[in-house]
């Protein structure tokens, strides 16, 4: 649920350059990626809940930053969400220019977040089915473009391009960049629908770190050797590329091929988001409807219809500013999983960890210097874009400080917590 497949990453090297994407984008795993899966792979290995990072930061800093961090978590979502339909309409419009025109690439949009919506109501087992061939499409047309890329050195210098009307700089890229690498934790919310979690976690977590490093980076060196210009590349713009490469069948290919990434990845995520609020009305933190699973799949279909309407809200906002406040929100909740797996290491010493971050206490702080370092610069470019008249940083800000109001509602209208069932029902397997 962190990649899928290279679409989406064109930005990067409109705003860094060729060289300066391909090493922001070496790097940017071992800062970032590697030591999020670390921390994921311990506390996933010991703390296998429904709920993933928020039990883990609840036991570890109590319920008030539980709450807060599925309260993060679930901003976020409506951010990054959003993203995924964008990037549909995106690659949609490729093909089919006629959806530019009016609110047409809004609605097909929201047709995206129902059908999603719908499927993951209909049951776990259907997302999985249709994550599974997911693999084998995405990667098909970028295989071609890399195979093609040596018959084609500088054959693409004076390649004429559809102009491009991406604004994005160096520190774009980087976000986007960091955007393309996140997600590591969402697997951790169905962690009881995964056999063998302790031990299953910890190695497809390193695993994928270096398999989605090597799909981002191994086509933009091909594309390098043709010798495009980079203000050629914006969202959506491996689809024409892809025609300047292989003809027609294969740009039809990247089209669909986006579509099918983009649909598929928020397909995955409906699954991972919607458990945050089923885990914590089972907790008692949310009102007990949260709970109620559709009867014949399980699926937690209030909390996915309650979602949907927050991510539909966000549709239209664009790429580059989404992507800016959704890493600006998850990085705060992702510093409240690196806090707690620090504490917990403290506190809980005897706590069984199939997988432990090596160095002891020492190396559980310094891996999560890096990724607080990189947030910093979603901070500074969240300080200069606007939304509502207002920055992003204090549009964020605000939505931050939400959190601690609805806590405090929460608590004056049920003090004791509301009322959560007898036993806790399981979601579908």
């Given at each position: 649920?962190?990649?899928?497949?290279?679409?989406?990453t064109?930005?990067?090297?409109?705003?860094?350059?060729?060289?300066?994407?391909?090493?922001?984008?070496?790097?940017?795993?071992?800062?970032?990626?590697?030591?999020?899966?670390?921390?994921?792979g311990?506390?996933?290995?010991?703390?296998?809940?429904?709920?993933?990072?928020y039990?883990?930061?609840?036991?570890?800093?109590?319920?008030?930053?539980?709450?807060?961090?599925a309260?993060?978590s679930?901003?976020?979502?409506?951010?990054?969400?959003?993203?995924?339909?964008?990037?549909?309409?995106?690659?949609?419009?490729?093909?089919?220019?006629?959806?530019?025109?009016?609110?047409?690439?809004?609605?097909?949009?929201?047709?995206?977040?129902?059908?999603?919506?719908?499927?993951?109501?209909?049951?776990v087992?259907?997302?999985?089915?249709?994550?599974?061939?997911?693999?084998?499409?995405l990667s098909?047309?970028?295989?071609?473009?890399?195979?093609?890329?040596p018959?084609?050195?500088?054959?693409?210098?004076?390649?004429?391009?559809?102009?491009?009307t991406?604004?994005?700089?160096?520190?774009?890229?980087?976000?986007?960049?960091?955007?393309?690498?996140?997600?590591?934790?969402?697997?951790?919310?169905?962690?009881?629908?995964?056999?063998?979690?302790?031990?299953?976690?910890?190695?497809?977590?390193?695993?994928a770190?270096?398999?989605?490093?090597?799909?981002?980076?191994v086509?933009?060196?091909?594309?390098?050797?043709?010798g495009?210009?980079?203000?050629?590349?914006?969202?959506g713009?491996?689809?024409?590329?892809?025609?300047?490469?292989?003809?027609?069948?294969?740009?039809?290919?990247?089209?669909?091929?986006?579509?099918?990434?983009a649909?598929?990845?928020f397909?995955?995520?409906?699954?991972?988001?919607?458990?945050?609020p089923?885990?914590?009305?089972?907790?008692?933190?949310?009102?007990?409807?949260?709970?109620?699973?559709?009867?014949k799949?399980?699926?937690?279909?209030?909390?996915?219809?309650?979602?949907?309407?927050?991510?539909?809200?966000?549709?239209?906002?664009?790429?580059?500013?989404?992507?800016?406040?959704?890493?600006?929100?998850?990085?705060?909740?992702?510093?409240?999983e690196?806090?707690?797996?620090?504490?917990?290491?403290?506190?809980?010493?005897?706590?069984?960890?199939?997988f432990?971050v090596?160095?002891g206490?020492?190396?559980?702080?310094?891996?999560?210097?890096?990724?607080?370092?990189?947030?910093?610069?979603?901070?500074?470019?969240?300080?200069?874009?606007?939304?509502?008249?207002?920055?992003?940083?204090?549009?964020?800000?605000?939505l931050?400080?939400?959190?601690?109001?609805?806590?405090?509602?929460?608590?004056l209208?049920?003090?004791a917590?509301?009322?959560?069932?007898?036993e806790?029902?399981?979601?579908?397997?």
């Amino acid at each position: 649920m962190v990649s899928g497949g290279t679409y989406g990453t064109e930005d990067i090297v409109h705003g860094a350059g060729y060289g300066r994407a391909i090493l922001i984008l070496l790097l940017t795993p071992l800062l970032w990626s590697l030591p999020t899966a670390f921390m994921i792979g311990e506390l996933s290995s010991a703390l296998p809940f429904e709920g993933g990072y928020y039990a883990w930061v609840r036991r570890g800093l109590g319920n008030f930053w539980g709450f807060q961090e599925a309260w993060l978590s679930l901003i976020a979502s409506i951010f990054d969400m959003a993203i995924y339909p964008t990037l549909f309409v995106a690659y949609l419009t490729r093909m089919f220019p006629w959806f530019q025109q009016g609110n047409r690439g809004w609605w097909v949009a929201l047709a995206v977040v129902i059908a999603c919506a719908a499927l993951n109501i209909a049951g776990v087992k259907v997302v999985s089915l249709t994550s599974l061939w997911l693999f084998f499409a995405l990667s098909a047309p970028f295989v071609i473009m890399v195979f093609l890329a040596p018959f084609k050195v500088g054959a693409l210098v004076n390649a004429v391009t559809k102009p491009t009307t991406s604004t994005v700089d160096i520190l774009g890229g980087l976000l986007i960049c960091m955007w393309n690498y996140m997600g590591w934790d969402n697997a951790s919310t169905i962690a009881t629908e995964v056999e063998r979690p302790q031990r299953t976690y910890p190695r497809a977590m390193l695993v994928a770190v270096c398999i989605v490093a090597v799909s981002y980076i191994v086509p933009f060196a091909a594309l390098w050797m043709t010798g495009l210009k980079p203000t050629a590349w914006e969202t959506g713009s491996w689809a024409d590329i892809a025609g300047l490469m292989g003809g027609p069948l294969l740009r039809i290919g990247v089209v669909l091929g986006g579509m099918i990434s983009a649909f598929g990845m928020f397909n995955c995520l409906v699954m991972s988001y919607s458990r945050l609020p089923l885990a914590m009305a089972q907790d008692g933190m949310l009102p007990s409807v949260f709970g109620r699973l559709q009867k014949k799949s399980r699926a937690p279909w209030v909390a996915i219809i309650v979602l949907a309407m927050g991510w539909a809200m966000c549709l239209g906002l664009g790429f580059a500013r989404l992507v800016t406040l959704d890493i600006f929100l998850y990085g705060a909740s992702l510093l409240l999983e690196f806090i707690a797996l620090a504490v917990l290491r403290f506190r809980e010493p005897e706590l069984p960890r199939p997988f432990k971050v090596p160095g002891g206490l020492f190396g559980v702080i310094a891996i999560g210097i890096p990724p607080a370092l990189l947030l910093g610069f979603a901070v500074a470019r969240a300080d200069h874009e606007s939304i509502l008249g207002m920055s992003s940083f204090a549009f964020g800000m605000i939505l931050i400080g939400a959190g601690v109001v609805a806590y405090v509602v929460n608590h004056l209208l049920k003090p004791a917590g509301w009322s959560a069932p007898a036993e806790k029902p399981q979601p579908a397997a």
